[in-house]
């Protein structure tokens, strides 16, 4: 048979993400040549369980990376965990000049009228980023070929980048402003006012950097 690795065009070892943007390339390229799809996807998979029976004889010589984390995966999310996955320069660049923005935006603002609305639309934009990142590194089935199974496969990723985005968005807004807000206002704590004036800049400096990361370096 065919070696795989020469198949997917990839040097031999090659594993994890590039692998899997490998094979994502070559859905794209072959989406209307279904024997040829096969060939790929069937030299993908012979691939991943050489990678499993390599981790069952305990031989890490021919584990690939993604094999060797799997082990690693966080379970207290399951398979809505954020998994690691680097985006090209380019997008890095748009991704965080979007929270950047937003922070401009609300710096500009008199503390008088400052909201924290520009991060929070900052928030849509970067939802619609990860959903742009997710069709990039996981095409899925071809609308050509699988109709139904695309359309599912295209809903799976935008609930995801919806879920990702919006909970880090939430998490991060809670532990920067809505819980010191609860905590000033229930012990009736001091404080300083240029923090009350300046507290909506320190919160969208971090949660857009919290929602930049996120859609740099996750999936």
Request: with cysteine; aromatic share 10%.
């Amino acid at each position: 048979m065919d070696d795989p690795y020469k198949v997917l065009g990839v040097p031999e070892g090659t594993a994890g993400d590039d692998l899997s943007k490998a094979i994502n390339r070559k859905k794209l390229l072959y989406k209307t040549e279904p024997e040829k799809l096969k060939q790929m996807e069937d030299a993908y998979e012979r691939i991943v369980q050489a990678s499993l029976a390599a981790r069952l004889r305990g031989d890490s010589s021919g584990i690939t990376e993604s094999a060797r984390k799997g082990d690693l995966t966080p379970s207290l999310f399951g398979p809505w965990a954020p998994i690691p996955s680097e985006a090209p320069l380019k997008d890095k660049k748009v991704n965080i000049a979007i929270s950047v923005a937003a922070l401009v935006i609300v710096w500009l603002t008199p503390g008088t009228i400052r909201t924290i609305q520009p991060i929070i639309y900052a928030t849509i934009f970067q939802i619609f980023r990860m959903f742009m990142k997710l069709v990039d590194v996981d095409p899925g089935p071809s609308a050509n070929i699988d109709r139904d199974a695309a359309t599912k496969h295209n809903n799976k990723r935008f609930f995801r980048s919806f879920a990702l985005v919006l909970g880090t968005f939430a998490v991060s807004l809670g532990l920067t402003y809505w819980i010191p807000n609860m905590i000033f206002e229930t012990f009736r704590v001091q404080v300083p006012v240029w923090y009350l004036l300046n507290q909506e800049i320190f919160v969208s400096a971090i949660v857009g950097g919290c929602l930049s990361y996120l859609t740099c370096f996750y999936r």
